[in-house]
């Protein structure tokens, strides 16, 4: 097999940044940074990350399910031999998905959701990483075909002493359960949507026994509401036996305008039943001009793995967009199917119906490939 | 049926302390308003209406004064003429209109007060 030696690629792209945080259900690992280098989660695995993709959180085929392929532990397959300072990944996921809203016609489409490659080199403590791809959609009328490629992360990293960390540059700050899904209420509706992130600077620590993490950002060129944003954010989480339990802090200034929002999470590993349930809640308050309103956004959901490579999980969200005002408020309720068989390869069905207001409905159903080497 | 008042008794449980009974149509039915807590977080999303993608052609987000004047110059809003008005045929899914947003559609007591709103003489 031809190696190549690649010390760094970048290219362009949009990815949804976000961790699984499931996942220590198969690792057991305590925090994000057991598997991944970013301190909140999500984008490249370390050593340790591929290790417990290919030999814990992936069910291996038949085939060879008594042994775990070398190949699955590395960055691409092993295709390419990194040099010790530099490290490689993709995304690339393809939906088939159908969707439909109160009396509408039932939609279907079938696009390429994603395709990123993420890249990172690193000296000592010093870091710097990036990821970029192509931003596909499924309605491109009239989108300027510059629009879709873009660059969500790209920051400098500095981890000194033991999980203390200085990072700036291009990310989401962390916030939350930071889920993977970017439509959930939390996301969505708290600053955390699609090519949410802003230009910040972020300090933290994250050990097994705790968490913190204080942000300080100043715009996001993607997103209207958080363009001209300028403020903080700030989480801090501490692990109790098979709990955690956190905090987040997020206030944001913008010309007449101010949203400030504040939350509690909870996760619960049981372990006996293989089964995490995971929380989120959070009140908003927002200032328009001379009016304010308050919000509400929850998220509650319970994650079972039967077997090794498969997780099933059902969510219950809330989102009032005015707690003063009645039916304004957004209900859903969701579930999905995942299936791991390498440690590159997920295959995710996921099915959401909401309830809006007093009498609209929406659904979707979606079938995704996702690959990641 | 079931399912549906299952997950709305969970949602009200969540809410029953702050829940309000204000009408939703009683808020300020000024453009500033309404573009800040309703086009943006629902419209101008970074793949949809916003100034990265520009979907059809239309821009909700920026200045709420040049949104407004782009509304109503493109002839989404006839001010004081709400069933003329484009804007919330989509909203309505109307007269063969795509509803709008497409992924889920807005609560009624938004589309009332940008009803409201128009009916007003559309205020900025």
């Known amino acids: 097999m031809r190696t190549i030696h690649v010390a760094v690629l970048l290219i362009s792209t949009a990815r949804p940044v976000a961790a699984y945080p499931h996942y220590p259900l198969a690792t057991g690992a305590p925090r994000c940074t057991s598997c991944h280098y970013a301190p909140a989660g999500g984008g490249l695995l370390n050593a340790s990350g591929r290790y417990a993709a290919a030999e814990e959180i992936a069910r291996g085929w038949p085939w060879d399910a008594a042994a775990v392929a070398d190949d699955d532990a590395r960055p691409m397959h092993g295709a390419i031999a990194l040099s010790s300072w530099a490290d490689l990944g993709a995304d690339a996921r393809l939906a088939l998905f159908t969707k439909s809203a109160s009396d509408a016609p039932r939609e279907w489409h079938l696009i390429p959701m994603q395709a990123d490659l993420h890249g990172r080199v690193a000296a000592g403590g010093l870091s710097l990483a990036a990821t970029g791809g192509v931003r596909p959609s499924s309605r491109p009328k009239g989108q300027p075909p510059s629009s879709h490629l873009v660059s969500r992360e790209h920051y400098a990293m500095w981890n000194f002493r033991e999980g203390t960390y200085l990072r700036a540059g291009r990310f989401m700050p962390p916030y939350g359960l930071r889920l993977v899904d970017h439509t959930s209420y939390v996301r969505r509706y708290l600053g955390f949507d699609l090519l949410g992130e802003s230009y910040s600077a972020s300090v933290g620590k994250v050990v097994d026994r705790f968490e913190l993490h204080a942000t300080g950002f100043l715009a996001n060129p993607y997103v209207a509401r958080e363009r001209d944003e300028r403020g903080g954010a700030a989480y801090a989480e501490l692990r109790l036996g098979n709990t955690a339990w956190g905090g987040s802090f997020r206030l944001g200034d913008a010309d007449d305008r101010r949203r400030v929002s504040g939350g509690l999470t909870g996760k619960v590993f049981i372990a006996p039943a293989d089964v995490i349930v995971l929380g989120e809640a959070n009140l908003v308050r927002q200032t328009i001009g001379p009016d304010q309103r308050d919000q509400f956004v929850s998220y509650l959901s319970v994650v079972w793995r039967p077997v090794r490579g498969v997780y099933a999980a059902a969510a219950h969200e809330v989102f009032d967009e005015d707690l003063a005002v009645r039916d304004v408020e957004r209900y859903a309720l969701g579930g999905w199917l995942a299936y791991v068989p390498r440690a590159w390869l997920e295959i995710l069905a996921v099915g959401r119906t909401q309830w809006i207001g007093p009498s609209e409905r929406a659904s979707v159903a979606m079938l995704m490939l996702h690959y990641a080497p | ?124």
């Open chain 2, 1 to 124: 049926m079931a399912g549906m008042r299952l997950v709305r008794r969970l949602g009200l449980i969540v809410l029953a302390a702050g829940c309000g009974d204000a009408d939703p149509a009683d808020r300020p039915a000024r453009f500033s308003y309404i573009q800040a807590a309703i086009l943006e977080p629902s419209c101008a999303t970074s793949g949809c209406h916003s100034e990265l993608s520009r979907t059809a052609h239309l821009v909700l987000e920026g200045d709420a004064d040049d949104v407004l004047d782009e509304l109503v110059a493109e002839g989404f809003v006839y001010p004081g003429v709400p069933a003329a008005s484009p804007l919330l045929h989509f909203l309505r899914a109307e007269f063969g209109a795509e509803r709008m947003p497409p992924d889920a559609p807005l609560p009624a007591g938004d589309i009332e007060l940008i009803e409201r709103w128009i009916d007003e003489g559309a205020a900025p």
